[in-house]
């Protein structure tokens, strides 16, 4: 009896103060929050509710933490591989979903939210959300952002039509999530402030355009598929391109002249 009362007292302590800490962050006009929470059916349910904040601008499609960074803040938990639930019960990334497959394949019709037609776009199984949890949704809003901004250079990923095609090609969607990973570890996005020279200039990007992240998602994917094909890569040499494709980008963020996104000289990739 005790301790179930205990549990009890817990559980309201808990909701408590998350909904005076939602309370207090959703009156900032410039943050919009997610909660999530998910249950899991083998702990006491009072007790098992696990929560993730993730914040970005309103005035944006992407869910860019590091954008917080300007008003010293970054406060993002990434839902991990290993968490305790099977899948994702949200509306807002089934709508996404059917987004990105509606910008990829126009004409296809989508039979379900799992299907082997994922496959087609490059994700690993007929469950895209399996594929996207390691870096958290941030992932597939990046796919969305460049699929909207610019369709052109999307497709032609998508289906390789540019230059001399490997026999094993990486796949696309789940290479838009290394690309997005790699950003976020590159810039230094998990910290208070970054540490290193392209994510101090990148924050000075960020404060002149809030959609600095998305476009630089775009620029780096072109990067990526620009070295896959100058170093003839197959699929085992993924690392590698990836590798390369961060060595350049973070020469290009430490160049002098770069005050703008659009300075970035492989920023002209996107309009080939």
């Not at 005790?2 to 103060?17: K, M, N, R, V």
């Not at 309370?23 to 998910?38: A, E, G, H, P, W």
């Amino acid at each position: 009896m005790d301790h179930e009362f205990t549990a009890i007292i817990s559980s309201i302590l808990f909701g408590s103060f998350f909904y005076l800490l939602f309370l207090l962050l959703s009156v900032k006009k410039n943050v919009r929050i997610y909660i999530f929470y998910f249950w899991s059916p083998h702990e006491n349910k009072e007790a098992s509710a696990m929560l993730s904040f993730l914040l970005f601008s309103p005035q944006t499609k992407a869910m860019v933490g590091s954008r917080s960074l300007i008003g010293g803040l970054f406060n993002r938990l990434s839902i991990k591989r290993n968490e305790k639930f099977i899948d994702y019960p949200l509306t807002p990334i089934q709508e996404a979903l059917r987004a990105l497959w509606h910008i990829a394949f126009p004409n296809v019709a989508l039979k379900g939210l799992i299907s082997e037609q994922w496959k087609e776009m490059g994700w690993q199984g007929p469950n895209p959300s399996t594929d996207f949890r390691g870096c958290g949704f941030i992932a597939l809003e990046n796919l969305l952002f460049f699929g909207r901004t610019y369709p052109a250079s999307f497709h032609r990923l998508l289906f390789k039509q540019g230059g001399t095609r490997a026999t094993w090609e990486y796949p696309f969607a789940v290479a838009g999530i290394n690309v997005s990973f790699m950003l976020i570890q590159m810039l230094d996005l998990y910290s208070a402030k970054p540490k290193n020279l392209p994510g101090f200039n990148f924050l000075k990007l960020l404060g002149e355009d809030e959609e600095a992240f998305d476009v630089l998602y775009c620029i780096a994917f072109e990067m990526m598929e620009a070295q896959w094909l100058a170093m003839h890569a197959s699929y085992m040499k993924f690392n590698e391109v990836l590798q390369a494709t961060r060595t350049q980008l973070q020469r290009e963020l430490s160049l002098d002249d770069v005050h703008r996104i659009q300075d970035l000289p492989a920023y002209n990739l996107l309009y080939l």
